[in-house]
């Protein structure tokens, strides 16, 4: 079985910085995109960053854009999203996802995830 468990969340100050992790067991994406999604209270679930199974593409939410980083290290099969900068708005949680198809993209929609965490909550005071 593929799980996911995503790592690192907690509360900061607003103008920090967290670096969120996601573990993959089950399998090797490492030809596979992933990404990270989040969703804030009463709200949808939306996109945050995408990144290729090779790295070398990735795409951000205009929100986190210059703010976010997404990377992975595949030979630890973990994907990781340093968060700097913070701003209350980004107060949600956050979903490490998989996709099933290998590609070289790193799509931006929620529907080419097949494989989803439990999700770590990150929360930011003003």
């Known amino acids: 079985q593929v799980q996911l468990v995503e790592s690192g969340g907690g509360l900061v100050q607003a103008g920090g910085s967290l670096r969120l992790s996601c573990a993959v067991s089950?399998?090797?994406?490492?030809?596979?995109?992933m990404a990270w999604f989040r969703q804030a209270a009463g709200q949808e679930r939306v996109f945050v960053a995408s990144?290729?199974?090779?790295?070398?593409?990735?795409a951000y939410a205009d929100s986190v854009k210059g703010r976010f980083t997404i990377s992975r290290d595949n030979a630890k099969n973990t994907v990781y999203l340093q968060m700097n900068g913070l701003k209350p708005e980004d107060t949600a949680v956050y979903y490490c996802?998989?996709?099933?198809?290998?590609?070289?993209?790193?799509?931006?929609?929620?529907?080419?995830?097949?494989?989803w965490g439990q999700g770590t909550q990150v929360t930011v005071s003003s």
């Open positions: 996802a998989a996709d099933r198809t290998i590609s070289t993209m790193a799509p931006t929609a929620r529907y080419r995830y097949d494989y």
């Open positions: 089950g399998r090797t994406f490492s030809r596979n995109a």
């Open positions: 990144i290729s199974g090779s790295g070398s593409t990735t």
